[in-house]
């Protein structure tokens, strides 16, 4: 006979029998533990109906459908006031000449006019005198990475080289002859201290000096440009760079130039009186930039002119720095939108003229240039009159066999003297690592084991890695 309980409660629990041993199916109880670990009341309790929008997903979701979704990260915000339109290009251009911090140097001269050519400070620092180095800073002489921050007040080293530029100034103003000479050599060897020094030395004299510091900033078409009316081929005036450089040549020379008035008659697009000064003339050209062109060729036909009895020309000298981009094709374009060189630019074509010999001072003076070895263009010409001149193979080819030859490179580069600086000598190094022990920059002391070491690492005397390894390797 069957049994009428329920075979799910006794396989689900164990039945309740009451001790008389007679057994009732109506008080069968169903007992469950308060807990568990039974894998099929978990997966009962599992497979419970779930909630509307908590289901469970398999699998992977449909193509289209929602995935994993990644916040973007917000643009940050600037909170900050934005530079002011140049002040970025004011800070990178920044030159600091003094140090409260560092140390004053006993007992160093000046330069003047007697120092310049006493041979007996060979390797010796000399101060350049206050008024010298407002007009230095007016012409852009002084550069951002020469150091001038570590000492008290700029100075310069004098070297064999300051006394030959020195003694060929004297000759030149003497004869009246014009010095054409273009300086090259490795990263950091002078170049820029040397144009620097022939300039105080020029200012020292009372000469007219005109600099311009860097070459790439007349051929990298960051300036306006147009073309000069009546010129044949046709050259292109930069208004907005020569009203800038005739503020720079007044500040730097308005001691010489307020002193010398008109002498000649000038075509100029605004009335000028007949006995005005030339400071007077510069300035007005420096304050509209629409007219700084033409007043520019009137004050270099003044100061240009022979002297006479009645208007007395004083020596002219004329700098660029980092001629390469002088010697190749500008990034601005003619009307044909095809790239213009820099020779048909007025105020380097104005240079190139009495730089290549074309043309000269008659009141002497001297045109001194300097490549750079840290901002190099590629100018094939150039380069390879450069190591022409430099090599002493006779069968050194005439042009470059790889490239066009640019003719007007060339023809400019072929009576140029060609001077390479080399490094420092012992005692030249010497004197300079002793200013810098003075300054109270280097704690070392500076004896022969001390300077051999640092005169090694710079590459046997380079000025710039000398001042690196002494400066920029302190403990």
Same mark, same amino acid.
Request: with cysteine.
């Given at each position: 006979?069957?049994?009428?309980?329920?075979?799910?409660?006794?396989?689900?629990?164990?039945?309740?029998?009451?001790?008389?041993?007679?057994?009732?199916?109506?008080?069968?109880?169903?007992?469950?533990?308060?807990?568990?670990?039974?894998?099929?009341?978990?997966?009962?309790?599992?497979?419970?109906?779930?909630?509307?929008?908590?289901?469970?997903?398999?699998?992977?979701?449909?193509?289209?459908?929602?995935?994993?979704?990644?916040?973007? +990260?917000?643009?940050?915000?600037?909170?900050?006031?934005?530079?002011?339109?140049?002040?970025?290009?004011?800070?990178?251009?920044?030159?600091?000449?003094?140090?409260?911090?560092?140390?004053?140097?006993?007992?160093?001269?000046?330069?003047?006019?007697?120092?310049?050519?006493? !041979?007996?400070?060979?390797?010796?620092?000399?101060?350049?005198?206050?008024?010298?180095?407002?007009?230095? &800073?007016?012409?852009?002489?002084?550069?951002?990475?020469?150091?001038?921050?570590?000492?008290?007040?700029?100075?310069?080293?004098?070297?064999?080289?300051?006394?030959?530029?020195?003694?060929?100034?004297?000759?030149?103003?003497?004869?009246?002859?014009?010095?054409?000479?273009?300086?090259?050599?490795?990263?950091?060897?002078?170049?820029?201290?040397?144009?620097?020094?022939?300039?105080?030395?020029?200012?020292?004299?009372?000469?007219?000096?005109?600099?311009?510091?860097?070459?790439?900033?007349?051929?990298?078409?960051?300036?306006?440009?147009?073309?000069?009316?009546?010129?044949?081929?046709?050259?292109?005036?930069?208004?907005?760079?020569?009203?800038?450089?005739?503020?720079?040549?007044?500040?730097?020379?308005?001691?010489?130039?307020?002193?010398?008035?008109?002498?000649?008659?000038?075509?100029?697009?605004?009335?000028?009186?007949?006995?005005?000064?030339?400071? &007077?003339?510069? !300035?007005?050209?420096?304050?509209?930039?629409?007219?700084?062109?033409?007043?520019?060729?009137?004050?270099?036909?003044?100061?240009?002119?022979?002297?006479?009895?009645?208007?007395?020309?004083?020596?002219?000298?004329?700098?660029?720095?980092?001629?390469?981009?002088?010697?190749?094709?500008?990034?601005?374009?003619?009307?044909?939108?095809?790239?213009?060189?820099?020779?048909?630019?007025?105020?380097?074509?104005?240079?190139?003229?009495?730089?290549?010999?074309?043309?000269?001072?008659?009141?002497?003076?001297?045109?001194?240039?300097?490549?750079?070895?840290?901002?190099?263009?590629?100018?094939?010409?150039?380069?390879?009159?450069?190591?022409?001149?430099?090599?002493?193979?006779?069968?050194?080819?005439?042009?470059?066999?790889? !490239?066009?030859?640019?003719?007007?490179?060339? +023809?400019?580069?072929?009576?140029?003297?060609?001077?390479?600086?080399?490094?420092?000598?012992?005692? !030249?190094? &010497?004197?300079?690592?002793?200013?810098?022990?003075?300054?109270?920059?280097?704690?070392?002391?500076?004896?022969?084991?001390?300077?051999?070491? +640092?005169?090694?690492?710079?590459?046997?005397?380079?000025?710039?890695?000398?001042?690196?390894?002494?400066?920029?390797?302190?403990?």
């Amino acid at each position: 006979m069957s049994s009428s309980a329920c075979w799910k409660c006794v396989l689900r629990s164990r039945p309740i029998v009451p001790s008389t041993g007679s057994y009732n199916p109506q008080i069968c109880v169903s007992y469950a533990h308060p807990f568990s670990t039974s894998a099929r009341q978990n997966r009962v309790v599992a497979t419970a109906t779930p909630k509307k929008g908590q289901g469970i997903q398999k699998g992977p979701p449909a193509r289209g459908g929602g995935g994993l979704k990644l916040k973007k +990260k917000a643009v940050p915000q600037r909170t900050g006031k934005p530079p002011a339109p140049g002040e970025r290009r004011a800070m990178r251009k920044r030159v600091v000449l003094s140090n409260t911090n560092a140390l004053e140097v006993q007992g160093i001269g000046e330069l003047n006019s007697e120092t310049m050519g006493d !041979e007996t400070l060979d390797g010796k620092i000399v101060a350049f005198p206050g008024k010298l180095v407002d007009k230095l &800073r007016a012409l852009e002489a002084f550069k951002p990475t020469q150091g001038w921050s570590w000492f008290r007040k700029p100075g310069t080293l004098l070297r064999k080289e300051s006394f030959a530029i020195a003694a060929e100034l004297a000759e030149t103003e003497t004869s009246k002859s014009t010095l054409r000479r273009l300086y090259v050599g490795d990263r950091g060897v002078g170049k820029s201290m040397t144009l620097l020094q022939a300039m105080a030395m020029a200012l020292t004299k009372d000469w007219i000096v005109i600099n311009i510091p860097e070459g790439y900033d007349l051929t990298n078409a960051h300036t306006a440009y147009a073309p000069v009316p009546d010129s044949s081929p046709t050259e292109y005036s930069q208004k907005t760079y020569v009203a800038h450089l005739l503020s720079n040549i007044r500040s730097a020379n308005t001691s010489v130039l307020s002193k010398l008035s008109l002498s000649l008659h000038h075509k100029l697009p605004i009335p000028l009186q007949s006995n005005i000064s030339l400071d &007077r003339l510069a !300035e007005l050209g420096a304050q509209d930039a629409d007219i700084a062109w033409p007043i520019f060729r009137a004050l270099w036909a003044e100061i240009s002119a022979a002297s006479t009895a009645e208007h007395r020309r004083p020596p002219l000298m004329f700098c660029v720095d980092s001629i390469g981009h002088l010697m190749r094709a500008t990034e601005y374009r003619d009307a044909d939108f095809k790239l213009i060189h820099a020779h048909n630019l007025a105020l380097v074509r104005l240079f190139v003229e009495y730089f290549s010999g074309q043309k000269a001072l008659p009141n002497g003076g001297a045109l001194l240039a300097a490549v750079s070895a840290s901002n190099v263009p590629k100018t094939p010409t150039f380069d390879w009159v450069l190591k022409q001149q430099a090599s002493t193979n006779e069968q050194w080819p005439a042009i470059f066999p790889h !490239e066009a030859t640019d003719e007007r490179v060339k +023809k400019t580069m072929e009576t140029v003297e060609i001077k390479r600086l080399l490094g420092l000598s012992r005692e !030249e190094a &010497r004197g300079l690592i002793e200013y810098y022990a003075a300054s109270g920059i280097t704690r070392n002391k500076v004896d022969e084991r001390f300077l051999s070491e +640092k005169y090694s690492l710079s590459g046997g005397g380079i000025a710039g890695e000398l001042e690196r390894c002494v400066l920029g390797m302190r403990a």
